[in-house]
């Protein structure tokens, strides 16, 4: 079991270790190394309003023990249409343990009652199998296809848009 928590300054070297992940660069729109100096200014800044920022990252933690294994984020909120995108992330040697999708769940909990979001989107590239099965096992339907969407190393990739409306898991 897992829980979502606010950033704490202690995730400096966390964050440190996941943004600097090349193998995860592809995914997350990044494409140079995250300095620790810059990762100390957006941890000092990570509380602000999520309706102020229209961004929101949580930590997932082991319940038993606390530890941190991954992120969830939600991103380009548009308060009017009461949207926003999500990312997840796990470290490497966290994965296929179930705290992905047990993420995915608290998070549409949190969006529907909390933050009172009508949907969630996601975009995935279409090569990455496991990312897409995630999505579709929390309940996202994949809702349309972008040709040549991501640019990787390898060349253009299509990515596959995925979208879940929360009041209909009521």
């Known amino acids: 079991m897992i829980f979502l ?3 704490e300054p202690d995730d400096l070297e966390f964050l440190f270790q996941l943004e600097n992940d090349p193998s995860i660069w592809g995914v997350s729109d990044t494409l140079a190394p995250v300095s620790r100096h810059a ?4 941890l000092a800044h990570s509380s602000a309003d999520f309706y102020v ?3 929101l990252r949580l930590v997932i933690s082991t319940e038993n023990d606390g530890r941190t294994v991954g992120v969830v984020d939600l991103f380009d909120f548009d308060p009017l249409h009461q949207r926003a995108g999500v990312g997840i992330t796990i470290l490497g040697t966290e994965r296929r343990r179930g705290y992905a999708l047990q993420a995915l769940e608290l998070l549409k909990q949190y969006a529907r009652t909390t ?3 009508h949907q969630l989107y996601a975009t995935v590239g279409a ?3 496991p990312s897409m099965s995630l999505f579709r096992t929390a ?7 972008r040709l040549q969407w991501l640019r990787l190393a390898s060349g253009w990739q299509d990515a596959v848009e995925f979208q879940v409306l929360l009041q209909a898991q009521e």
Do not use: I
């Not at 990762?39 to 957006?42: A, G, T």
């Not at 309940?139 to 296809?145: P, S, T």
């Open 127 to 129: 090569d990455n199998g």
């Open 39 to 42: 990762l100390r200014e957006y």
């Open 115 to 117: 933050l009172r979001l």
């Open 5 to 7: 928590r606010a950033l």
């Open 53 to 55: 920022v229209r961004q």
């Open 139 to 145: 309940g996202f339907r994949r809702v349309g296809l």
